[in-house]
């Protein structure tokens, strides 16, 4: 394989090698580029200090992606191809670390080894090639093979990623999850249509040229980008999320312990006033010299 090495692989070029082979799927790449220029757009309407790098980044990746598909789409060879699927590779890879990292809460380090993960199911994925009653890791050599759904097998673990985060943060109602599950709605339908570009070129047909559904894939795939675009935007996990990450991480107040006040001791009685403890004695002596009679009276305590 050399990169000189043309690619037919849609209905409007069929085995065309003129430069403008494909002026429909050419055109509609001008998607990709508007999607850019408004991903552009609501970042610059943000206040400077909600502005973020990667909101830039993100735009122009899905630029570098419409003109690396244009370029395909007037050359189609495997230079142009590799132009074609670098850009959109780097796109799902950051995209999904932005997604792991900043709406689901995943510490840095997990994020880049379900990045990696991601990466080998990707590649494992593009290795496998369909024929008639085939499926499987057949070579690229193999008589009757061909990439599976007309190569559109590449986007499927991407999709299936983005429904699982989408869900995910629907259930956290995050604010970034109706963006997320629209996209992955309007993908859907863009890769369907991509899948079949072949298989309906008999049918869809203007004016006597065979146009196949792959400019209907660019324009919807576009839509989804920007979608996404738009989703960047709500950065963070959601508010029950950072509510419960807070307390989790939040550090215990240190227990302050009011002492018991120790009971006052019992005060003494006061002492008497001397003239009171004497009059308390004089009684006292009196009461003890009185000593009652037979009949009950009272007999003096001195002699008669």
Excluded at 78 to 97: E, K, N, R, T
Excluded at 126 to 133: A, D, L, P, T
Excluded at 191 to 215: I, M, P, Q
Excluded at 242 to 256: F, G, K, N
Aim: hydrophobic fraction near 50%; charge should be negative.
């Amino acid at each position: 394989m050399t990169f000189g090495e043309r690619v037919f692989q849609y209905c409007e070029r069929g085995t065309n090698e003129a430069l403008l082979a494909e002026p429909v799927n050419a055109l509609s790449n001008v998607a990709f580029l508007l999607a850019a220029l408004a991903g552009f757009f609501i970042v610059l309407r943000r206040p400077p200090e909600e502005r973020n790098a990667d909101q830039f980044l993100l735009p122009v990746l899905v630029l570098f992606i419409g003109l690396g598909s244009l370029a395909f789409h007037l050359y189609a060879n495997q230079a142009s191809a590799l132009a074609d699927v670098v850009p959109i590779s780097v796109f799902m890879l950051v995209y999904l670390g932005l997604a792991l990292n900043r709406f689901l809460g995943v510490p840095p380090a997990w994020t880049t080894l379900l990045v990696i993960g991601f990466t080998a199911i990707v590649a494992i994925t593009v290795q496998v090639r369909c024929g008639e009653g085939v499926i499987g890791f057949t070579g690229l050599d193999a008589e009757g093979v061909k990439p599976c759904f007309n190569g559109s097998l590449f986007y499927f673990p991407a999709l299936a990623a983005l429904i699982v985060v989408g869900l995910i943060l629907f259930e956290r109602e995050h604010k970034a999850a109706p963006w997320l599950l629209w996209a992955a709605a309007i993908l859907t339908v863009s890769v369907t249509l991509r899948s079949l570009d072949l298989a309906l070129c008999d049918k869809v047909v203007f004016e006597g040229r065979k146009l196949g559904t792959h400019a209907a894939w660019h324009v919807l795939n576009a839509l989804a980008l920007f979608l996404l675009l738009r989703a960047s935007l709500e950065g963070g996990p959601s508010v029950a999320q950072s509510e419960t990450i807070a307390v989790l991480y939040e550090p215990a107040e240190p227990r302050i312990e009011t002492p018991v006040p120790l009971m006052p001791p019992a005060e003494a009685p006061a002492p008497k006033p001397l003239v009171e403890r004497t009059a308390s004695a004089n009684m006292s002596e009196e009461d003890e010299s009185e000593t009652p009679d037979d009949k009950g009276e009272r007999k003096p305590s001195f002699p008669m």
